[in-house]
């Protein structure tokens, strides 16, 4: 079975500091993206970060990074000089090269950013 | 349109009723999905369609959701006979094609009661 684990229900920070969000997933394919979005209370999806498999270098996006793992199945999120607006649901996914983008998700970790 | 659009945002329903959400995809979006999201959850797969033709559909809990996308534009998530455990947040993405970024609406929340 596909399935992407988070194991941090509730996480927090203060601003400006740096927090690391976990993510472990497990599949016998060997082709697959790996993506984190944001939720916030709006709750529209927006897109994060993404990883593809294949690549060894790990993604970053400006404040964002991730520490992918590829052997251990795991993908971590990295969040840099922390601010009041990234305080919303984080998840972790996956979907396989053949499958059209067909997302897999994690039960989301809820981030909490403290003045 | 500039994003994704459902509608309605908000939406009872008594138990036993029928009801019909809407998903306006980005302009040019081929492939479209829907997600259910429960209360505190991770959002599910529910369907998926490329153009009008629906690819997989094994994500539908029962032969009470249906989903149809005749144009391969608009789409619509209908539901029969709602019952309780339909409660959740109903999320529509839109992607231009393949394994390019998924554009989400910002869902339709169903209440049961």
């Known amino acids: 079975a596909q399935t992407v684990t988070q194991s941090q229900p509730e996480m927090s920070v203060q601003e400006a500091e740096t927090v690391t969000l976990s993510c472990t997933y497990d599949?016998?394919?060997?082709?697959?993206?790996l993506f984190w979005y944001k939720q916030p209370p709006s709750r529209q999806m927006i897109l994060v970060i993404r990883q593809e498999a294949y690549k060894q270098q790990n993604a970053t996006e400006n404040r964002f990074s991730v520490n992918f793992q590829k052997a251990a199945k795991s993908f971590s999120l990295k969040i840099s000089d922390s601010q009041l607006g990234d305080t919303a649901m984080y998840f972790c996914?996956?979907?396989?090269?053949?499958?059209?983008?067909?997302?897999?998700f994690g039960q989301g970790t809820e981030l909490s950013v403290k003045p | 349109g500039a994003g994704v659009s459902q509608s309605p945002r908000y939406k009872v329903a008594k138990r036993g009723q029928d009801v019909a959400l809407r998903c306006d995809p980005i302009?040019?979006?081929?492939?479209l999905f829907w997600y259910q999201q429960a209360l505190g959850q991770g959002p599910e797969f529910l369907t998926y369609f490329q153009n009008e033709a629906q690819l997989d559909k094994s994500g539908l809990p029962s032969d009470r959701f249906f989903a149809e996308r005749p144009e391969g534009s608009v789409s619509t998530l209908k539901i029969q006979r709602t019952q309780q455990e339909d409660s959740a947040v109903y999320l529509c993405?839109?992607?231009?094609?393949?394994?390019?970024?998924?554009?989400f609406g910002q869902g339709t929340r169903l209440t049961v009661v």
């Open positions: 993405a839109s992607q231009r094609g393949g394994n390019t970024e998924a554009f």
């Open positions: 302009s040019g979006h081929v492939s």
């Open positions: 599949t016998s394919e060997s082709n697959y993206y």
């Open positions: 996914a996956f979907t396989f090269y053949n499958q059209g983008g067909k997302l897999i």
